[in-house]
């Protein structure tokens, strides 16, 4: 894919007062919490991300939402907020990488003049007492129909399943072992345990990682993402009138989808290169940055293997060499790249792309407490989405 | 085996028909002769919609492979499934069930052959593998 990304024209090519800026974030109770539905949360957290910016409800003027599996987050979602005259209103999904992106559509609203306060909404709610995670993204792949029902009907019914023939891929052609993945999970486990938010913070060590049961070979339980209810927004208004806000500002300085589109027949890189192999050097591009400047990279997280990828195609590490990076101790609180500082989606909350987007603002705040990275000007964000399908980079810095 | 049942759409009507008759049906271009998998709406190379049904060869070779672990079943019998993804010989790719395999066997490229399987009689043909 060729990058057509324009140096000169993303938010430097702006008068500083109307670049786009993240200053308000607002996240409900997260994990197995029970009583509301997905627009409930969605409702919650956009009331919490105004009353974090120091905004009224009122000043909000253009809204983004989306759902995760249980859907349920609608337009009507402005309704419910009671926000009247919006100049933007949408429903956006493209699956995990949908968070960043709503926020680049936000970015442009703002920069253009389209909108000046746009939210930015997601929210899921598949858990229900009493019943497994499993039971809760189950139900929602049943198909009887279709194509998709065809493959259902082989056994084919889970990401977990199609994940981990990515995964498996990926260790045939470069050599990656079940212990260089159970190194991510075992890294950002120990992000979590200094995280409050985090569902999972009792350490753990590649012994547990190894001993946990299989779920769909290569993948055991501690390869795979948490299921969480709640929800999460941010708000995104320009430099300008974020000056006499309650927060920092977090500035949106540069960004990138790349959604390859896979042939699904031979020479397809399937499991091998994501998405973030085009959409990081462009996102680079516009931010006028170097992949070497980020201080922070939070890396969608569905599974150890996506983190795993994504560092090989951002450039982190060379390509097949993520699993030798991962196992040299190079993650985790005490390693040399801060990847995934609250946790994740393995350890911390599973709310798709508002997970790395939400520990990306918190850190870039510089309010992460007792996790928090001493330098934290520049902060990478990486949505995926699909099996690999969508992706979506934002390069967000604490200064302008 | 075990397959699911599945039930036929207006998309899946004619493959399933194949299927039926121990066929795993292609969609062939008039225009270029590309072979493009059974779902494909247009030719995969030049993106003409004169597409005729061809039956595959049914061999196929292994891409990459999962063994998926569900729950016991009440007996506390191990319910583990091999599923693969396999290139045709024709070059589309398939992603079903590999039947009659030991998962330590498999490798990228182990030759695979294309066989049906049905839930129950009345049910229709799903098409899995077996090592070659």
Redesign the interface.
């Given at each position: 894919m060729t990058i057509i990304t324009y140096a000169d024209a993303g938010p430097r090519s702006v008068p500083a007062g109307r670049r786009p800026v993240i200053c308000g974030l607002g996240m409900t109770e997260l994990g197995k919490v029970y009583g509301s539905g997905a627009a409930q949360f969605a409702g919650d957290a956009v009331r919490l991300a105004a009353a974090d910016a120091g905004l009224a409800l009122g000043d909000i003027d253009g809204l983004l939402v989306s759902s995760g599996v249980t859907g349920g987050v609608r337009l009507d979602l402005q309704l419910d907020l009671g926000l009247h005259d919006l100049a933007l209103l949408s429903e956006m999904q493209a699956y995990g990488s949908t968070a960043a992106a709503m926020v680049q559509v936000a970015s442009m609203a703002v920069q253009s003049g389209m909108a000046a306060t746009v939210a930015c909404v997601w929210a899921d709610a598949p858990l229900r007492a009493g019943r497994d995670s499993a039971a809760a993204y189950g139900a929602a792949a049943r198909v009887a129909s279709g194509w998709r029902g065809l493959s259902a009907a082989a056994g084919i019914t889970s990401a977990n399943q199609r994940y981990a023939m990515a995964a498996r891929r990926h260790m045939e052609r470069y050599g990656t072992t079940s212990e260089q993945l159970g190194a991510i999970a075992v890294a950002q486990r120990g992000w979590a345990v200094l995280n409050p938010l985090a569902q999972l913070r009792t350490p753990i060590t590649i012994e547990d990682y190894l001993a946990s049961r299989w779920i769909a070979e290569p993948f055991r339980l501690l390869d795979c993402c948490l299921v969480s209810n709640g929800g999460i927004a941010v708000i995104v208004t320009s430099a300008g009138r974020a000056a006499g806000l309650r927060q920092p500002p977090v500035y949106v300085r540069g960004w990138a989808q790349a959604h390859p589109g896979r042939s699904g027949r031979r020479f397809d890189d399937f499991g091998l290169v994501s998405g973030a192999a085009t959409a990081g050097p462009a996102a680079l591009l516009m931010a006028d940055v170097e992949l070497g400047d980020i201080d922070v990279a939070e890396l969608y997280d569905c599974y150890t293997y996506t983190v795993l990828v994504s560092l090989e195609d951002y450039g982190f590490c060379g390509k097949g060499e993520g699993g030798p990076f991962a196992a040299s101790g190079a993650l985790g609180p005490e390693g040399k790249l801060k990847v995934n500082t609250g946790g994740g989606q393995l350890s911390s909350y599973y709310m798709w792309g508002m997970t790395p987007l939400s520990e990306a603002v918190i850190q870039a705040r510089g309010q992460a407490g007792e996790r928090q990275v001493p330098a934290h000007e520049l902060v990478l964000v990486s949505g995926n989405g699909g099996v690999l399908d969508h992706h979506s980079t934002l390069v967000l810095s604490a200064t302008g | 085996m075990?397959?699911?049942?599945?039930?036929?759409?207006a998309?899946?009507a004619e493959f399933l028909d194949g299927t039926a008759a121990g066929q795993f049906l292609l969609r062939r271009c008039r225009a270029c002769g590309t072979l493009?998998?059974p779902?494909a709406a247009q030719c995969?190379n030049c993106a003409s919609t004169a597409l005729d049904w061809r039956p595959a060869s049914g061999d196929a070779r292994l891409?990459?492979?999962?063994?998926?672990?569900g729950k016991p079943d009440a007996s506390g019998i191990a319910n583990r499934?091999v599923?693969?993804?396999a290139?045709l010989a024709e070059?589309?790719?398939w992603?079903?069930?590999i039947v009659d395999a030991d998962?330590a066997q498999l490798?990228?490229g182990t030759p695979l052959r294309i066989i049906f399987a049905r839930?129950d009689a009345q049910d229709?043909a799903?098409?899995?593998f077996v090592p070659a």
């Amino acid at each position: 894919m060729t990058i057509i990304t324009y140096a000169d024209a993303g938010p430097r090519s702006v008068p500083a007062g109307r670049r786009p800026v993240i200053c308000g974030l607002g996240m409900t109770e997260l994990g197995k919490v029970y009583g509301s539905g997905a627009a409930q949360f969605a409702g919650d957290a956009v009331r919490l991300a105004a009353a974090d910016a120091g905004l009224a409800l009122g000043d909000i003027d253009g809204l983004l939402v989306s759902s995760g599996v249980t859907g349920g987050v609608r337009l009507d979602l402005q309704l419910d907020l009671g926000l009247h005259d919006l100049a933007l209103l949408s429903e956006m999904q493209a699956y995990g990488s949908t968070a960043a992106a709503m926020v680049q559509v936000a970015s442009m609203a703002v920069q253009s003049g389209m909108a000046a306060t746009v939210a930015c909404v997601w929210a899921d709610a598949p858990l229900r007492a009493g019943r497994d995670s499993a039971a809760a993204y189950g139900a929602a792949a049943r198909v009887a129909s279709g194509w998709r029902g065809l493959s259902a009907a082989a056994g084919i019914t889970s990401a977990n399943q199609r994940y981990a023939m990515a995964a498996r891929r990926h260790m045939e052609r470069y050599g990656t072992t079940s212990e260089q993945l159970g190194a991510i999970a075992v890294a950002q486990r120990g992000w979590a345990v200094l995280n409050p938010l985090a569902q999972l913070r009792t350490p753990i060590t590649i012994e547990d990682y190894l001993a946990s049961r299989w779920i769909a070979e290569p993948f055991r339980l501690l390869d795979c993402c948490l299921v969480s209810n709640g929800g999460i927004a941010v708000i995104v208004t320009s430099a300008g009138r974020a000056a006499g806000l309650r927060q920092p500002p977090v500035y949106v300085r540069g960004w990138a989808q790349a959604h390859p589109g896979r042939s699904g027949r031979r020479f397809d890189d399937f499991g091998l290169v994501s998405g973030a192999a085009t959409a990081g050097p462009a996102a680079l591009l516009m931010a006028d940055v170097e992949l070497g400047d980020i201080d922070v990279a939070e890396l969608y997280d569905c599974y150890t293997y996506t983190v795993l990828v994504s560092l090989e195609d951002y450039g982190f590490c060379g390509k097949g060499e993520g699993g030798p990076f991962a196992a040299s101790g190079a993650l985790g609180p005490e390693g040399k790249l801060k990847v995934n500082t609250g946790g994740g989606q393995l350890s911390s909350y599973y709310m798709w792309g508002m997970t790395p987007l939400s520990e990306a603002v918190i850190q870039a705040r510089g309010q992460a407490g007792e996790r928090q990275v001493p330098a934290h000007e520049l902060v990478l964000v990486s949505g995926n989405g699909g099996v690999l399908d969508h992706h979506s980079t934002l390069v967000l810095s604490a200064t302008g | 085996m075990t397959v699911g049942p599945v039930a036929r759409d207006a998309t899946t009507a004619e493959f399933l028909d194949g299927t039926a008759a121990g066929q795993f049906l292609l969609r062939r271009c008039r225009a270029c002769g590309t072979l493009s998998g059974p779902q494909a709406a247009q030719c995969e190379n030049c993106a003409s919609t004169a597409l005729d049904w061809r039956p595959a060869s049914g061999d196929a070779r292994l891409v990459s492979w999962t063994v998926a672990h569900g729950k016991p079943d009440a007996s506390g019998i191990a319910n583990r499934t091999v599923l693969g993804i396999a290139e045709l010989a024709e070059g589309p790719w398939w992603w079903s069930q590999i039947v009659d395999a030991d998962p330590a066997q498999l490798r990228v490229g182990t030759p695979l052959r294309i066989i049906f399987a049905r839930h129950d009689a009345q049910d229709e043909a799903v098409p899995v593998f077996v090592p070659a």
